[in-house]
């Protein structure tokens, strides 16, 4: 075998000039995705401790912010197959950035930005530099590198400056940077997403975004044990074990109603709009994840018959009306498939209603309502449409039997 032909030393390689489609996620890149776990876990802390507009908006940017750094990156391992020693090495000083941004959550307003924000900084230096190595794999990589490199540079740049810029304009500066990118991929003739190289493999995004999915919904089940845990299981009321048999059942049924209604779906066509929609729908939907995560911690601060603890109920709530949208969002975006026959938008808009009802009356009514009106928003996206698809299967079979 020949020295570029061993994966330690071949060079990256664009997917479309692949011989053979290759779409499975690469170790590194799920050793990439293991830090989340933390950052996830640290991120739902800091909402726990900051039950207010403010610390929610706080929380909401720093998520946002992260999740483009992952996304930016997965986009790459998409675009580009790359398992060389040298891109091992970078991926794990992204790696090691993204510690230093996860060691900076707890203490964000104080002394752990400007460490969050120059740590930012250089990691999408280092995506920029993913890019900047690819130009010289020919003409048709040249162009695309050159771009995309460019943009990331430049925005590291105003990153690192917004570290050193005085709160609350620093936060500003920071935000711009976000959404510039953003603008890069998406404006008319100026974004990337127009040059035609700029097609990631679609079913190794799915993938990527599904395995992400995971993470984030479980850690709700952190959330759960670890607080059950400092509270003591051997001391609670048995009205405490069951909410928190409810919740554990609640963070299955999140997962059950992605992968079997949207999970690794593939963007039913690759015009621009289709593309944008697929990628903010999983922000927001990973988002309302964490959301419900931590949300579902306050089942063990509770009995039956206490309010459910105002700020948890609120957030759970809204976080499961942004989750069953975005999910009726992703699946207008993607390719069709059988079980969106029975899961339809009526069935969305009917888990909207219940959730929304239990944000109305979550103050005023004892915890096992709350669960009951809440519980049936969820769990009503995955009874009907199973019951649908058993009657309607069972009686087009009954009509095709001789």
């Known amino acids: 075998m020949a020295l570029e032909e ?11 000039d692949l011989e053979e489609e290759h779409n499975h996620v690469h170790w590194v890149e799920l050793f990439y995705d293991l830090i989340h776990v933390v950052i996830i876990f640290l991120l739902g802390n800091y909402l726990s401790d900051h039950m207010t507009v403010t610390g929610f ?8 912010a992260i999740w483009f750094a992952w996304a930016d990156s ?3 391992n998409s675009l580009f197959v790359s398992t060389d020693i040298k891109h091992r090495l970078i991926m794990a000083t992204q790696i090691v950035t993204a510690m230093v941004m996860a060691a900076s959550i ?13 740590a930012y900084s250089v990691n999408r230096l280092i995506t920029g530099y993913l ?11 040249k162009a695309l590198a050159s771009r995309v490199s ?4 430049i925005l590291s740049a105003v990153f690192a400056v917004s570290a050193f810029i005085p709160t609350p304009f620093g936060y500003v500066v920071f935000g711009l940077g976000i959404l510039s990118i953003q603008l890069l991929y998406m404006l008319p003739k100026v974004g990337v997403l127009d040059n035609k190289r700029f097609l990631p493999r679609f079913g190794h995004m799915s993938e990527r975004f599904a395995l992400l999915l995971l993470i984030v919904v479980g850690e709700g089940f ?22 928190f048999v409810f919740g554990g059942f609640s963070v299955f049924v999140l997962c059950w109603i992605y992968f079997d209604f949207v999970g690794n779906g593939k963007p039913k066509n690759t015009q621009k709009s289709t593309l944008v929609n697929w990628w903010l729908a999983h922000l927001f939907l990973m988002l309302a994840a964490v959301m419900i995560g931590v949300a579902l911690a306050g089942e063990v601060k509770v009995g039956f018959w206490d309010p459910y603890p105002l700020g948890y109920g609120v957030i759970g709530c809204l976080g499961l009306m942004l989750y069953l949208s975005c999910l009726l969002w992703i699946q207008f975006n993607i390719e069709q498939r059988v079980a969106h026959r029975f899961a339809t938008a009526k069935i969305r808009c009917v888990g909207l209603a219940l959730a929304l009802l239990t944000l109305i009356v979550v103050p005023y009514v004892p915890a096992i309502v709350g ?29 095709a039997s001789p």
């Open 6 to 16: 061993h994966p330690m030393w071949r060079k990256p390689k664009h997917h479309l």
């Open 57 to 64: 908006l706080t929380f909401a940017g720093l998520f946002i």
């Open 74 to 76: 997965s986009v790459f």
């Open 106 to 118: 707890p203490k964000i307003h104080a002394d752990g930005w400007i460490f969050f924000a120059l």
């Open 131 to 141: 890019y900047f190595r690819t130009r010289k794999l020919g003409e048709n990589e």
């Open 150 to 153: 460019r943009n990331f540079f």
């Open 222 to 243: 952190f959330k759960l044990v670890v607080t059950l845990t400092e509270k003591g299981i051997y001391k609670v009321d048995p009205s405490v074990i069951v909410n």
């Open 371 to 399: 669960n009951l009106l809440w519980g049936s928003a969820l769990f009503s996206q995955i009874a009907i449409p199973l019951t649908r698809a058993y009657m309607t299967l069972s009686k087009e079979e009954a009509e």
